[in-house]
Nanobody
Framework: QVQLVESGGDSVQAGGSLRLSCAAS????????MAWFRQAPGKNREGVAR????????DYARGLMGRFTISQDYARNTLYLQIHSLKAEDTGMYYC????????????????????WGQGTQVTVSS
């Protein structure tokens, strides 16, 4: 089992920046991929970015690369999401997710593939 705890969400003005963190504990050595998803009010959960823990490969949802940067501190089992130039449409709950079994070079974009989920951290952007 892997436990994930997100933090760093806040209420900010448009144009600001945030860094979200996801602390992993438990069977972290088994995790292959970690990812960030978000869910805006009244909308479906969508992928933001994903990271392959051993190769370091990162992938982003279309249109989000540039303002979003996913990274990790492997030794601390912590995943980060840096967000710049925040927009009102970035408002939502941001979730960290992880999976243990994956053989592809890049991590899967879909939420159904991920086994472990955190409780989320709220980001609210006001214009």
């Amino acid at each position: 089992q892997v436990q994930l705890v997100e933090s760093g969400g806040d209420s900010v003005q448009a144009g600001g920046s945030l860094r979200l963190s996801c602390a992993a504990s438990g069977a972290t050595r088994s995790t292959v991929c970690m990812a960030w998803f978000r869910q805006a009010p009244g909308k479906n959960r969508e992928g933001v970015a994903r990271l392959h823990r051993s190769s370091g490969r990162t992938d982003y949802a279309r249109g989000l690369m540039g303002r979003f940067t996913i990274s990790q501190d492997y030794a601390r089992n912590t995943l980060y999401l840096q967000i710049h130039s925040l927009k009102a449409e970035d408002t939502g709950m941001y979730y960290c997710a992880a999976l243990s079994t994956w053989y592809g070079a890049g991590c899967p974009p879909g939420s159904d593939e991920y086994t472990y989920w955190g409780q989320g951290t709220q980001v609210t952007v006001s214009s």
